[in-house]
């Protein structure tokens, strides 16, 4: 077990606590560098979607799992950037600046759905932007001059002044180069006056604004910021696919984000990563298990449905810190042995609050 | 003719909704908490129905009733499974879990070979018959709807109104505690309520089966009925009724005299709307959270 020694305040503020964690994330940065040596075609492309993944994991993480507002519309967002990726990238413009503008229009989307934000919440935020998802997803349908409607539209391969990026490899180390950036950008907002802000608004709204937090303001920002960076997984979404159609960007893609939040942990920078992982790795495990299972439920379309509910339920009910939390019980279960405590992480029991006045 | 004949199918598009939406709010008003699965149970209602009339080969009316009797039971099942551990945790939770609740449901239905992987009709009595009303014909599927929304609607009045369970039901969504030293059971009144709302959203999948068709994924027509339930103001039972009329007219007018593609986003533009000039809907209150 380490103890850290804390002579400093700033040592509070550091993004690597200790040097432990500068050796294990050092390693994971150079295996993900060398991945186009390692894996294969067809892992390298897993491995890609669960990095595009995990940024559109890190943009939601930032508004519901930071600021406490839910959204059930956030696909609308990575179809806004996976559209402006490729209107744009046809043109033959360099990816860094179409990926600049699906983020920052994005952002600007996000902006605008985050004004219901400072009228409502709970329940009544959650339907606003469920209504936010299923109105851009009809504008993509019906806006047929820019978006082709729902026949779908082709994406080029990126572009950089002339040279075509479309090789699995290079589009690796774009979606890796940007995870890193998103990831490093989400763990400095965190520690800056405003991602606090965020975390204070999220533990209670009246306290944040009792001690000077400007709510409608610091809520738009979140807003702004969640869409940009799942804008900017749109971006790569839509290269990666290659081809995108407005009913990729509905509902259900907005749920199985949710589910990534919530199966990852809530409130937890590597819970988008584990999430995306288990969005990527799930539909294959069910692949692989069915020919275990009697055919009768093993080929039914339903059993996907099935096991992503059941396990939704499961983690909310059982885990609700997530896979994140999991890993710090099995951590911690090893740093103490023999000496771990059944009720160390027990869930605070709290009782139902009006938010009633009456 | 074409006013009322749209009025008239607006007006039962908007009983369906409201139905589903007097689930939510009736959760809601007792509980806090939203239910994501009410489309869903409405969905499994319908093919409860559907499944006693084709495979035991019950007439509709002993089918319809038994239904509902057994959604209440699965109502009640369902709070005692999975919504009472929870019970306090934050709203989002409840959201989630019963996003799970409903991909599971659906999920479950398209399994059952033959009966979930298709698209069925329930063998209604009054199927496919039409009245002719001063020239505007009027299926009576539509009527039914109207009309058993009217009933239900008195019903659940007069029980909140007289009923001395109707009474702790309301006692126990104003104050739980209060209500609880009164000695409530809150926990009790509780499964009731869902079990109350698991069977309004049965009547509501028994009246839709013979307007749409019965299939696994009838349930999304729940999403609409969020609006309506919002327009009305998410605590209060009329505005649940009076906001899906809204809703269902807003959407019946808008698929003929607007544009193609708006009829299926007009009930959220006008949520979205009401969210900014009147954030609590029609009847509700204006709330501030205590401290």
């Not at chain 1, 965020?198 to 303001?217: K, N, T, V």
């Not at chain 1, 740093?335 to 771990?340: G, H, R």
């Not at chain 2, 007439?59 to 009733?65: T, V």
């Not at chain 2, 698991?198 to 028994?206: E, K, P, Q, R, S």
């Amino acid at each position: 077990m380490r103890f850290i020694f804390k002579t400093d305040y700033a040592q509070d503020l550091q993004i690597v606590k200790h040097s432990g964690q500068a050796f294990w994330y050092g390693l994971l940065v150079l295996a993900m560098l060398a991945a186009p040596l390692w894996a294969g075609d067809y892992w390298l492309s897993q491995i890609s979607f669960v990095l595009i993944y995990a940024v559109a994991g890190l943009g939601l993480m930032v508004l519901s799992g930071f600021t406490g507002l839910a959204s059930i519309g956030h696909a609308a967002f990575l179809g806004v950037g996976a559209y402006v990726q490729a209107v744009l990238s046809a043109k033959g413009w360099p990816f860094p600046l179409t990926m600049a503008l699906a983020a920052g229009l994005s952002a600007a989307v996000g902006a605008v759905v985050g004004l219901p934000a400072l009228w409502v919440k709970g329940i009544y935020l959650a339907i606003a932007t469920l209504s936010f998802g299923f109105i851009v997803e009809e504008v993509l349908a019906r806006w047929e001059s820019v978006t082709k409607g729902n026949a779908g539209m082709s994406v080029t391969s990126p572009q950089f002044f002339g040279a075509d990026l479309g090789s699995s490899e290079a589009f690796y180390y774009i979606a890796l180069g940007t995870t890193v950036l998103v990831t490093l950008g989400v763990l400095n907002l965190l520690r800056s006056a405003t991602g606090r802000a965020f975390i204070a608004i999220r533990d209670s709204e009246i306290s944040a604004q009792s001690m000077g937090i400007h709510l409608a303001g610091y809520k738009t920002l979140a807003f702004a910021l969640s869409a940009a960076i799942v804008g900017l997984a749109g971006a790569l979404y839509a290269h990666k696919l290659r081809f995108i159609s407005p009913d990729q960007f509905g509902i259900v893609q907005s749920v199985d984000l949710l589910l990534l939040v919530v199966v990852g942990g809530v409130g937890s920078v590597h819970g988008a990563f584990l999430g995306a992982i288990f969005l990527i790795t799930m539909p294959q495990l069910i692949a692989l298990g069915k020919d275990y299972l009697p055919p009768a439920i093993g080929q039914a379309a339903g059993l996907q449905a099935v096991v992503y509910g059941v396990v939704l339920m499961a983690f909310v009910l059982f885990e609700p810190h997530g896979l994140y939390g999991r890993w710090l019980k099995v951590r911690t279960w090893l740093q103490l042995f023999p000496f771990y405590r059944k009720g160390m992480f027990k869930r605070q029991k709290s009782y139902a609050k009006s938010e009633r006045l009456k | 003719m074409a006013i009322v004949q749209l009025l008239i199918s607006g007006i039962s598009l908007g009983c369906i909704y409201a139905l589903i939406a007097l689930g939510f709010v009736l959760i809601y008003k007792a509980t806090e908490t939203v239910n994501f699965a009410q489309g869903e149970l409405m969905m499994l209602g319908a093919f409860g129905g559907l499944v006693m009339m084709t495979i035991f080969g019950w007439s509709f009316w002993l089918a319809a009733p038994a239904a509902v009797a057994c959604m209440f039971l699965m109502g009640i099942g369902l709070e005692r499974a999975v919504i009472r551990p929870i019970l306090g945790q934050p709203q989002f939770t409840v959201v989630m879990l019963t996003i799970g609740v409903g991909y599971t449901a659906r999920g479950l239905i398209s399994m059952i070979p033959e009966i979930g992987t298709e698209t069925h009709t329930l063998p209604v009595p009054y199927a496919g018959q039409v009245m002719n009303l001063g020239g505007a014909v009027i299926s009576l599927e539509q009527v039914a709807v109207i009309g058993m929304t009217a009933v239900l609607c008195l019903v659940l009045y007069l029980m909140f109104r007289y009923s001395k369970l109707g009474i702790a039901m309301q006692a126990a969504s104003q104050n739980q505690l209060a209500a609880y030293y009164m000695g409530i059971p809150v926990r009790r009144i509780n499964g009731l309520v869902w079990g109350l709302s698991a069977a309004v959203a049965a009547i509501a999948g028994l009246l839709l089966a013979p307007v749409t068709f019965v299939h696994a994924n009838m349930g999304f027509i729940g999403l609409k009925a969020f609006p309506a339930a919002v327009v009305g103001g998410f605590g209060s039972l009329p505005g649940a009724i009076v906001g899906g009329l809204v809703i269902g007219l807003v959407e019946a007018f808008a698929g003929f005299y607007l544009p193609e593609g708006f009829k299926d986003i007009a009930a959220y533009v006008v949520v979205l709307i009401m969210l900014v000039v009147k954030p609590n809907g029609l009847f509700g209150g204006a709330m501030r959270k205590k401290v």
